[in-house]
């Protein structure tokens, strides 16, 4: 008995050598692959990145609000503006002097500053165009210059204006007035450039909305005058409306 188990022991240690080895391979782990079991390399998946946060939101400052505040009210107030036009459809005011008479422009170059004297009449045409916006005249007046200095002034008596209406209105300048003037212009030819200038503030009416900012008015009226006899009808150039 004692010989057979003499005889047999190695190989039962062989034996369990081979069953130990082959338990350390189903576990060997390799990096990249998994785990070989049985000599097999098995797929490792590795766990799941956790999901990327969202940014936090800022905080409104006051600041903020307030800019925010302003941009809603500009926005509305263009958009109420675009509104109106788009509605109303204004167009600008027309005017034309229809007819201009110079009765004197005499030119006295005794005195330090030359001396003018003059008297101008004008016939002037003053239309509004608009369909659905009337015009207040809050100031309108005439102004006549000659070589760019302003010679005289009068008020034109028209304060209210309704759609689709022309006004025809009579300025009258008559009066002495100092300034650098040239002798030598018009003496020879008898020829006269005036320009008469129609000024003012204007306020205008949509429906029963009336702007409270009044707009300044700005026309030119460029003339070619001689004594005694009457102009033909000149259009004026709107500046500001």
């Given at each position: 008995?004692?010989?057979?188990?003499?005889?047999?022991?190695?190989?039962?240690?062989?034996?369990?050598?081979?069953?130990?080895?082959?338990?350390?391979?189903?576990?060997?782990?390799?990096?990249?692959?998994?785990?070989?079991?049985?000599?097999?390399?098995?797929?490792?998946?590795?766990?799941?990145?956790?999901?990327?946060?969202?940014?936090?939101?800022?905080?409104?400052?006051?600041?903020?609000?307030?800019?925010?505040?302003f941009i809603g009210v500009c926005t509305f107030i263009g958009v109420l503006?675009?509104?109106?036009?788009?509605?109303?459809?204004?167009?600008?005011?027309?005017?034309?002097?229809?007819?201009?008479?110079?009765?004197?422009?005499?030119?006295?170059?005794?005195?330090?500053?030359?001396?003018?004297?003059?008297?101008?009449?004008?016939?002037?045409?003053?239309?509004?165009?608009?369909?659905?916006v009337s015009v207040y005249y809050d100031r309108l007046q005439v102004e006549?210059?000659?070589?760019?200095?302003?010679?005289?002034?009068?008020?034109?008596?028209?304060?209210?204006?309704?759609?689709?209406?022309?006004?025809?209105?009579?300025?009258?300048?008559?009066?002495?007035?100092?300034?650098?003037?040239?002798?030598?212009?018009?003496?020879?030819?008898?020829?006269?450039?005036?320009?008469?200038?129609?000024?003012?503030?204007?306020?205008?009416?949509?429906?029963?909305?009336?702007?409270?900012?009044?707009?300044?008015?700005?026309?030119?009226?460029?003339?070619?005058?001689?004594?005694?006899?009457?102009?033909?009808?000149?259009?004026?150039?709107?500046?500001?409306?």
């Amino acid at each position: 008995m004692c010989q057979f188990l003499r005889v047999r022991s190695p190989h039962l240690g062989r034996l369990s050598l081979a069953m130990y080895q082959s338990q350390q391979e189903r576990h060997v782990y390799t990096f990249g692959t998994g785990y070989i079991d049985n000599g097999v390399p098995t797929h490792y998946t590795p766990d799941p990145s956790p999901p990327a946060q969202a940014p936090p939101r800022r905080r409104l400052t006051p600041c903020r609000i307030l800019v925010r505040v302003f941009i809603g009210v500009c926005t509305f107030i263009g958009v109420l503006s675009l509104l109106i036009w788009l509605i109303y459809r204004p167009r600008t005011i027309q005017m034309a002097v229809d007819s201009a008479t110079l009765w004197s422009f005499n030119l006295n170059s005794t005195t330090s500053l030359p001396l003018l004297s003059y008297n101008l009449t004008a016939g002037v045409s003053i239309s509004n165009p608009s369909k659905r916006v009337s015009v207040y005249y809050d100031r309108l007046q005439v102004e006549g210059f000659y070589q760019e200095e302003r010679f005289g002034r009068a008020a034109l008596p028209l304060s209210f204006q309704g759609v689709r209406r022309t006004n025809a209105v009579r300025a009258v300048l008559q009066g002495s007035s100092t300034g650098y003037f040239d002798n030598a212009t018009g003496s020879g030819t008898g020829v006269f450039p005036v320009d008469l200038w129609v000024v003012g503030t204007v306020r205008y009416k949509y429906g029963d909305l009336t702007t409270t900012s009044a707009s300044t008015l700005s026309v030119k009226c460029p003339l070619v005058l001689q004594l005694m006899e009457a102009s033909t009808r000149v259009e004026c150039i709107v500046i500001s409306s």
